[in-house]
């Protein structure tokens, strides 16, 4: 079943009127659509201006500007796609806040402007992460323990034509071996400790975004960069995700 078209609700007419000359809106990554085609860009354009106030990697800018987070969540929560919030996204999870991943994909990059290889996401939900990471690497490969999950989230990526983002069924503990190492890892669910297997999977001079329970009391953000000196690690702000799980759910 295909979604509604973004809801007109949003727009005050004078919005939409043609007085106002507009600027070549910019390539946009589209999901699931009627045709009908009212475009969301304006209200998407606002929440990026707040991000903006935190947020200092135009790529990620660019990149969460192109991806349409309304496609990616269930028809009748559209109207707060753009609101800076995590929304349920069905079987108990949800999809993380745009800012929490605008921080965390910034973090990732280390202030470049693009990943130099394969990046692997741990929790692809329903592949909006996914699809942001896509406009910033050649290769994606994302895992997911919810079947239904992964399912909904490779219906989502092949509407919005992203052929690079490959959603994988199995245990993200594990990572991804077949394709490893990788220059960038990002979870989007925390556990007590960081798997051995994501640092394994990291490549030389690859960094690790990720939340865990630093401290047992607070799940945090954590950031380890694989130098040829050893794992280094930086405890940064207070974060509140879904937990990491082991083992699938068919
Ligand atoms: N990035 C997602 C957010 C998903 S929430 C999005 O944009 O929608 C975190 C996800 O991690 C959930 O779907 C959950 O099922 C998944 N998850 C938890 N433990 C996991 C594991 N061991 N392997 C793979 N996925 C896992």
Not at 21 to 49: H, M, N
Not at 157 to 165: D, R, W
Request: aromatic residues 6%; glycine residues 8%; positive net charge.
């Amino acid at each position: 079943m295909s979604k509604p078209s973004f809801p007109v609700t949003l727009f005050p007419r004078a919005l939409l009127g043609t007085a106002m000359p507009r600027k070549a809106p910019p390539k946009v990554v589209r999901g699931v659509d009627t045709g009908v085609g009212l475009d969301s860009s304006r209200v998407r354009e606002r929440l990026i201006e707040k991000l903006a106030k935190e947020i200092n990697s135009t790529a990620v800018l660019e990149a969460m500007r192109r991806v349409e987070r309304h496609r990616f969540v269930d028809s009748a929560l559209v109207t707060q796609a753009y609101e800076d919030t995590a929304l349920p996204i069905g079987f108990g999870q949800t999809i993380s806040k745009p800012n929490v991943v605008a921080r965390m994909i910034e973090l990732l990059l280390n202030g470049q402007p693009r990943f130099s290889g394969k990046v692997l996401e741990i929790g692809s939900g329903c592949g909006y992460q996914a699809a942001v990471l896509g406009q910033l690497a050649r290769h994606v490969f994302s895992m997911e323990r919810i079947e239904g999950l992964v399912l909904k989230a490779r219906a989502n990526l092949k509407a919005c034509e992203l052929t690079n983002v490959q959603v994988k069924f199995g245990d993200g503990m594990l990572g991804f071996p077949d394709v490893a190492p990788y220059v960038a890892i990002i979870a989007a669910a925390g556990g007590e400790a960081i798997p051995h297997a994501w640092l394994d999977q990291l490549a030389m001079g690859g960094r690790l975004v990720a939340p865990s329970w630093a401290d047992n009391k607070q799940q945090a953000l954590i950031v380890i960069d694989k130098t040829p000196h050893g794992l280094m690690r930086q405890v940064l702000e207070p974060v509140q995700f879904v937990p990491l799980k082991s083992g699938i759910l068919a």
